[in-house]
């Protein structure tokens, strides 16, 4: 199947006289006949459903049809973009490891990272993206379990080299892990340049409505654990938890990281993806491919647009010729990379404050990647505790403005950014 078919079909077959609709299994728990039989569920003997904190049938359809869009054997979903990116890293790494992340990544994770996984004992080396061989090398330690980075980076729209680094994680027998949330797989497929594991915040293009906040972690099922025995002991040897199972022998390497997460995290963490936002989630899915289109050709003419305004400074957008990551993005993204656009407006914080107090379809929202266009301007909202100087530093200037094209008609986006700027 085709991914705009994918969207609508894969995940859920209804047998004769079935809802058309996935069933939105609103129950905690579920009924056995026996106790024997329920046993066989918590030994893992058997597949089943005995509670929603680990796993749910609606749940489930939606996580096989993200699977079946990026091409993986098994994926799980979570209640946040957030819980993914942990779950899918603490999957691996404990307390006196080592991970390789891009220091291009989302605000939210690189604080997860390098305070609260900190914290518990794993460290981390962030990596310029853009680095030296040299540097990538000497990132990587004895003790390191795996490489992260993001296809575009948010809010950045670093284009991350996937095979690059794909390649490096390889040599030194770890998997890389890609958080594709902007890309979406209807933009790029991490797995078909190497990675092993994708996350999602499928609050964003996913879900692509405003409606719910989840994520989902994807397995390529191409990373042969037991061939690095040593370096994956949670996959690789009997888990005392669960009765001596060995993930990666009973699971195979198709569903033995997926198989884990469910089992060890989601049982001792929780943060499971409810029932009725996994339905929601769906329902977005079933659009995914159309709007990413539209996303991306709106975002084309705004980004255009802006390059060509006098009172705009900079654009940022990997779509544009002009852009540093241009030819990165043609390789690994050649239908399109995002709707998400940075730009600088000239005059500084005060023109931004002007502009943005004018706009009327592009709505103040700290959020992105959705059907409604939306803006931001960090000086003066997420990042305003900071001087001018340390904005900079951040590279998030006080000029900055982060416009995320919705579907609407082109033209009233155009005209609303057009009237906005005129007020500077
Ligand atoms: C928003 C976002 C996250 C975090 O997701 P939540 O659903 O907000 O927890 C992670 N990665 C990227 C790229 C994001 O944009």
Same mark, same amino acid.
């Given at each position: 199947m085709k991914q705009e078919t994918k969207c609508i079909q894969a995940g859920y077959t209804p047998a004769n006289g079935e809802s058309r609709m996935i069933p939105i299994v609103q129950s905690t728990t579920f009924k056995y006949d026996t106790s024997e039989e329920m046993g066989k569920l918590f030994d893992l003997e058997k597949e089943g459903y005995f509670y929603t904190r680990l796993q749910n049938p609606t749940n489930d359809y939606v996580a096989k049809k993200i699977a079946a869009l990026e091409g993986g054997t098994a994926a799980m979903l979570t209640a946040s973009g957030q819980a993914a990116s942990f779950y899918s890293v603490f999957n691996l790494a404990g307390a006196g490891d080592h991970v390789v992340s891009s220091a291009a990544i989302y605000g939210g994770t690189y604080n997860l990272f390098n305070v609260t996984m900190r914290r518990m004992g794993i460290e981390f080396t962030f990596v310029d993206?853009?680095?030296?061989e040299e540097e990538l090398e000497a990132a990587? *330690?004895?003790n390191t379990k795996c490489v992260f980075g993001e296809t575009?980076?948010?809010?950045?729209?670093t284009v991350f080299d996937i095979e690059r680094f794909a390649n490096a994680a390889h040599k030194h027998g770890v998997p890389l892990i890609v958080d594709n949330t902007f890309a979406t797989p209807i933009n790029c497929r991490p797995f078909e340049w190497g990675a092993d594991i994708v996350t999602h915040s499928t609050t964003k293009y996913m879900d692509g409505h405003d409606m719910t906040v989840g994520g989902v972690i994807v397995d390529s099922g191409n990373f042969d654990w037991m061939a690095h025995k040593d370096k994956f002991p949670g996959l690789t040897e009997p888990d005392e938890s669960y009765h001596g199972v060995t993930y990666a022998e009973r699971f195979g390497q198709g569903g033995a990281y997926i198989t884990k997460a469910t089992s060890q995290l989601m049982r001792d963490l929780g943060s499971i993806q409810a029932p009725m936002n996994a339905y929601l989630l769906n329902a977005g899915l079933e659009s995914l491919a159309v709007r990413m289109e539209r996303h991306c050709a709106n975002a084309q003419k705004v980004a255009e647009y802006l390059e060509a305004h006098? *009172?705009?400074?900079w654009v940022n957008y990997p779509g544009l010729p002009s852009n540093k990551y241009y030819e990165r993005a043609k390789k690994y993204m050649p239908n399109g990379t995002c709707g998400v656009i940075s730009f600088g407006v000239k005059g500084g914080r005060p023109a931004a404050e002007t502009f943005m107090s004018h706009l009327k379809v592009a709505m103040i929202a700290t959020h992105v990647a959705d059907a409604h266009t939306c803006v931001l301007h960090p000086a003066s909202s997420?990042?305003?505790?900071?001087s001018d100087e340390e904005l900079i530093a951040a590279g998030v200037g006080p000029d900055l403005v982060r416009l995320s094209v919705g579907i609407e008609h082109v033209d009233d986006i155009l005209a609303d950014l057009e009237q906005a700027l005129a007020a500077i």
């Open positions: 993206p853009d680095c030296s990587f *330690k004895e575009i980076a948010n809010p950045a729209l006098e *009172k705009v400074a997420t990042h305003r505790q900071m």
